[in-house]
C-alpha cells in the first residue's frame, strides 16, 4: 500500500507563495506520474501540474508561468512552487500518484492540503 503524505498548504496574501511538497511511501513501484489536482468549493476536482517519470511536465492553463512542479525521483517526492498566487488558487490541494501500465493504471491520492489565498 502506498500513502501520499502532503505538506506546505496555508494561508497567504494575494502576490505570495507557497511551495507543497508530497512525499510517497510504502510500496512504490512503476510510477507514472506525479502531480497535483485542486478543488475549490462547489467544483470539480482539476489538474493543475502532473510530472512523469522521464520529467515531462503539463499545467494548468491558469496556473501556467506562475506555478512549477518538480519531482525528486529518489525520493519519490513532488513539489509544487506556486507564486504570484491568486483568490482563484485557493481550494484543497491533492498529491496524485499514478502507477501501472500504459494500458492499464491506477492512482493514489493524499489527504489534501488547504491553500488560501486572501485578497
Known amino acids: 500500500q502506498v500513502q501520499l503524505v502532503e505538506s506546505g498548504g496555508g494561508l497567504v496574501q494575494a502576490g505570495g507563495s507557497l511551495r507543497l511538497s508530497c512525499a510517497a511511501s510504502?510500496?512504490?513501484?512503476?510510477?507514472?506520474?506525479m502531480g497535483w489536482y485542486r478543488q475549490a468549493p462547489g467544483k470539480q476536482r482539476e489538474l493543475v501540474a502532473r510530472i512523469t517519470s522521464r520529467g515531462s511536465t503539463n499545467y494548468a492553463d491558469s496556473v501556467k508561468g506562475r506555478f512549477t512542479v518538480s519531482r525528486d525521483n529518489a525520493k519519490n517526492t513532488v513539489y509544487l512552487q506556486m507564486n504570484s498566487l491568486k483568490p482563484e488558487d485557493t481550494a484543497v490541494y491533492y498529491c496524485n500518484l499514478n502507477y501501472g501500465s500504459t494500458t492499464l493504471s491506477d492512482n493514489y491520492w493524499g489527504q489534501g492540503t488547504q491553500v488560501t489565498v486572501s485578497s
Open positions: 510504502g510500496s512504490v513501484f512503476s510510477i507514472n506520474a
